[in-house]
């Protein structure tokens, strides 16, 4: 599911058998836990409980497969609105051979090349990122992103939030790249506008050698933090506005 929420998780997981192992397969993105679409406590609950979550950016699918043997598709993600207030549409499945199709499907996520699964350092870089964020925010909601037709793969994923609010969270090279991904003057950007700043990188880690390889390595740390959209053919769009 890519939106969860703490309450209904800590309600699956109380509902349970203790020997019954639990993996989850989500989104991580900045955007979805600034906005409230998604609760970053219910990662931290669901690995607290020895449960295991795995991501990918592009899950937009409401899976739920209980023992292998019974299966719901359905449009509902695993929150309070999805589950019991909105008009959401599935099917459950029983189906001996169809379950077992899905569970391949599952699998088949689950050993992806973009799927991987959370780090610790991740979550808490976040919980930074968003006290700090939220300090700055005036508004009880943020705004939607306004659609933009050049790009309209993850516009609702752009968050309207300072960019100095979310730096604060870091230091080192990850801040001063953060930075300079800022200062490109749209919002897709390449990493030879980002490798502009070189010199200006240099001047800071004068020891450092191979600065456009430290520069791609803070961008591939951002996207698995879900601050950057790898969009292809060399683009980048910052999730940040």
Same mark, same amino acid.
């Given at each position: 599911?890519?939106?969860?929420?703490?309450?209904?998780?800590?309600?699956? $997981?109380?509902?349970? %058998?203790?020997?019954?192992?639990?993996? =989850?397969?989500?989104?991580?993105?900045?955007?979805?836990?600034?906005?409230?679409?998604? @609760?970053?406590?219910? &990662?931290?609950? &669901?690995?607290?409980?020895?449960?295991?979550?795995?991501?990918?950016?592009?899950?937009?699918?409401?899976?739920?497969?209980?023992?292998?043997?019974?299966?719901?598709?359905?449009?509902?993600? /695993?929150?309070? /609105?999805? $589950?019991?207030?909105?008009?959401?549409?599935?099917?459950?499945?029983?189906?001996?051979?169809?379950?077992?199709?899905?569970?391949?499907?599952?699998?088949?996520?689950?050993?992806?090349?973009?799927?991987?699964?959370?780090?610790?350092?991740?979550?808490? &870089?976040?919980?930074?990122? =968003?006290?700090?964020?939220?300090?700055?925010?005036?508004?009880?909601? $943020?705004?939607?992103?306004?659609?933009?037709? @050049?790009?309209?793969?993850?516009?609702?994923?752009?968050? @309207?939030? %300072?960019? @100095?609010?979310?730096?604060?969270?870091?230091?080192?090279? %990850?801040?001063?790249?953060?930075?300079?991904?800022?200062?490109? %003057?749209?919002?897709?950007?390449?990493?030879? +506008?980002?490798?502009?700043? +070189?010199?200006? =990188?240099?001047?800071?880690?004068?020891?450092?050698?191979?600065?456009?390889?430290?520069?791609?390595?803070?961008?591939?740390?951002? &996207?698995?933090?879900? /601050?950057?959209?790898?969009?292809?053919?060399?683009?980048?769009?910052? /999730?940040?506005?």
């Amino acid at each position: 599911s890519p939106f969860i929420k703490e309450n209904i998780c800590q309600e699956l $997981l109380l509902s349970k %058998q203790s020997q019954a192992k639990f993996e =989850l397969i989500t989104s991580f993105k900045f955007a979805h836990f600034c906005s409230g679409k998604s @609760d970053l406590s219910a &990662i931290d609950t &669901i690995l607290s409980a020895n449960g295991k979550i795995k991501i990918n950016s592009r899950i937009h699918s409401n899976i739920y497969l209980f023992d292998d043997k019974k299966a719901i598709i359905s449009s509902a993600n /695993l929150s309070e /609105l999805g $589950l019991f207030n909105n008009f959401e549409y599935g099917i459950f499945l029983d189906d001996k051979l169809m379950v077992s199709g899905v569970l391949e499907d599952f699998n088949i996520i689950a050993k992806h090349e973009e799927t991987r699964a959370v780090k610790k350092a991740e979550i808490e &870089i976040i919980k930074k990122m =968003l006290l700090s964020v939220q300090k700055n925010i005036t508004q009880k909601k $943020l705004k939607l992103s306004k659609f933009e037709v @050049d790009y309209i793969r993850e516009t609702f994923d752009v968050v @309207d939030a %300072q960019a @100095d609010a979310i730096a604060s969270a870091f230091e080192g090279w %990850q801040l001063e790249v953060f930075n300079c991904i800022n200062l490109t %003057q749209q919002q897709v950007f390449t990493l030879e +506008e980002v490798n502009l700043f +070189e010199n200006h =990188l240099k001047k800071i880690f004068p020891s450092q050698k191979n600065i456009p390889e430290k520069i791609e390595i803070q961008v591939k740390y951002f &996207i698995d933090l879900g /601050l950057i959209n790898f969009l292809g053919n060399g683009f980048y769009k910052k /999730l940040w506005r």
